[in-house]
Each structure stands twice: as structure tokens, then as C-alpha cells.
């Protein structure tokens, strides 16, 4: 599969932004998918993942309450809807895919098969 992100921007803090990520193939409803982000100067980290069919999500500590990911199957997207945002939030954002048919704890632990082209999201003070 492959992934296409897209959405990033320069916002000032407490603003929104949604990030959008678009799979190829006809299949996108078999995988669990996930967003991470690498700050500058940092590893990269997961943000939030989401199961196949969107009824279960799973939120990094620090973005709860302010991040929400969700799919649509019938269009090969995933999003992250992302408010308040932070100057801490300012990071690289990639959209990331286990294997098919991998559980959504495959995209907590970090074990991706695909990654998405990252899309920048800068939040200024």
C-alpha cells in the first residue's frame, strides 16, 4: 500500500489543523492505521492509531483530548483532526500501516510496514 500524507502548515498555537492521508490499493479496510511524528532534533514517536473498521482508537499521553483520528474505508483515507495545538506539537507528521490484517497494537508498538511521505506541521508561540 501506499500513503499519501497531506494537511501540514504553519498555525499559531491553540489553532486546528487536519491532516489527511489517502492509501492506494483496494484493501486500505484490512489495515489498522496510524500517525507518528518526528520533532526536530528527535526520534520519531507515535501520535495515534485507529483499527480497521475505526472502533477502536489509541492516543500518545500528551495528545489526548486534543488529537482525534478517524477513517473513511470508502475513501482509502485516514485523518488527525488536531486542536489546541502546542509549539511541542511542531514535528514532521507521518500516516504509517502495519502488515494487512495486523491488529491496531501492531501500530502502537511501532511495527510498520509502510510509511507515508511526511507532512510538515509547525505551531508558533
Known amino acids: 500500500v501506499q500513503l499519501q500524507a497531506s494537511g501540514g502548515g504553519l498555525v499559531q498555537a491553540g489553532g486546528s489543523l487536519r491532516l489527511s492521508c489517502v492509501a492506494s490499493?483496494?484493501?486500505?479496510?484490512?489495515?489498522?492505521m496510524g500517525w507518528f511524528r518526528q520533532p526536530p532534533g528527535k526520534e520519531r514517536e507515535f501520535v495515534a492509531a485507529?483499527?480497521?473498521?475505526?472502533?477502536?482508537?489509541y492516543y500518545e499521553e500528551s495528545v489526548k483530548g486534543r488529537f482525534t483520528i478517524s477513517r473513511d474505508n470508502a475513501k482509502n483515507t485516514v485523518y488527525l483532526e488536531m486542536n489546541s495545538l502546542k509549539p511541542e506539537d511542531t514535528a514532521v507528521y507521518y500516516c504509517?500501516?502495519?502488515?494487512?490484517?495486523?491488529?491496531?497494537?501492531?501500530?502502537?508498538?511501532?511495527?510498520?510496514?509502510?510509511w507515508g511521505r511526511g507532512t510538515q506541521v509547525t505551531v508558533s508561540s
Open positions: 504509517a500501516a502495519p502488515s494487512e490484517n495486523d491488529a491496531i497494537v501492531h501500530v502502537i508498538r511501532g511495527r510498520i510496514n509502510y
Open positions: 490499493g483496494r484493501t486500505f479496510s484490512s489495515y489498522s
Open positions: 485507529i483499527s480497521w473498521s475505526g472502533g477502536s482508537t
